[in-house]
């Protein structure tokens, strides 16, 4: 099996703590499944697989694998669809053969990762298929769930939408609360360009915040709560001057017009923060 890697992401530490959450070693007592120890046989073996409940676009098998791998190196592993996959009902994702009590006790840490991540995935694939036919891309946001932004990102990335900024570290971006400090849109693009930020994207949501936003610098704009007519007269007034990112109030339903308008990005939070966590099960048989 070729090693699981992403940039910023170490699996063998997000790997280690989330099963010393889940066995309790930090706790009086913890440490043990003691489940698995007091019903299980220490030389039980354990077969089984790994399915979709649902229609799905297929994320996090590698890091489900990753915790099986963690308590019983030995285990057969068999991943039976790559990421990215689109699966129909009842689909076979992985195929597992190990000692049982580890299966067991790696079960839940697996299947929650490969639950939420493909959550992301399908529903990152469904808005970026309602955008139709356009140059748009979809971004995601930085409302992820602290400490899983990296595997997140990853999700929105194998369900086909872009990465926006990785953290606060990456580019700046003028909000509306930045802009009340600095005394103006121009005045705060001006600040981040002095201090030798490179990319600064700056939110506007009233049309008279552009022509301020781009004569002082800015290197992107962030078109914030408007309707399609009125993104409409905001990419008229910036002439393609410099890229221009939809935000706010983004639903599967409205992002096809809001793509129409002629955007380059569209940012959908929700791709992260409130997409459902896939209906996928893991059923084993005695050996």
Same mark, same amino acid.
């Given at each position: ?48 697989? @790994? ?42 994702? @992985? ?27 399908? @529903? ?101 709560? @408007? ?61």
């Amino acid at each position: 099996m070729t090693a699981f890697t992403l940039p910023g992401f170490d699996l063998e530490a997000f790997v280690a703590h989330t099963l010393a959450e889940d066995l309790g070693d930090t706790w009086p007592g913890g440490g043990r499944d003691v489940t698995s120890e007091s019903v299980i046989p220490a030389d039980a073996r354990f077969a089984g697989v @790994m399915d979709s409940r649902d229609a799905v676009t297929v994320c996090g098998l590698p890091i489900a694998a990753a915790f099986i791998r963690k308590l019983d190196p030995s285990a057969t592993i068999e991943l039976l669809v790559s990421e990215g996959s689109a699966v129909a009902p009842g689909a076979p994702l @992985m195929r597992i053969e190990g000692a049982a009590r580890a299966l067991l006790t790696a079960e839940r840490s697996a299947l929650n990762t490969v639950q939420h991540l493909t959550g992301i995935a399908t @529903m990152t694939r469904a808005y970026v298929a309602a955008m139709g036919d356009t140059h748009a891309k979809l971004l995601d946001t930085r409302k992820t769930i602290p400490g899983l932004r990296v595997l997140e990102k990853y999700a929105v990335r194998t369900g086909g939408g872009h990465n926006h900024r990785m953290g606060l570290w990456d580019a700046a971006m003028i909000k509306d609360n930045h802009v009340a400090v600095a005394g103006g849109v121009g005045e705060a693009v001006r600040r981040a360009l002095h201090a030798g930020v490179r990319d600064v994207i700056c939110e506007v949501d009233r049309i008279d915040q552009i022509e301020p936003a781009l004569a002082a610098g800015a290197t992107r704009l962030l078109l914030d709560n @408007m309707d399609p007519p009125m993104l409409r007269e905001a990419l008229a007034c910036v002439a393609k001057r410099v890229p221009c990112e939809a935000s706010g109030g983004v639903r599967l339903d409205t992002i096809a017009a809001i793509a129409a308008t002629g955007v380059d990005f569209i940012s959908v939070g929700r791709l992260t923060q409130s997409a459902p966590a896939a209906d996928i099960g893991l059923d084993f048989t005695p050996l």
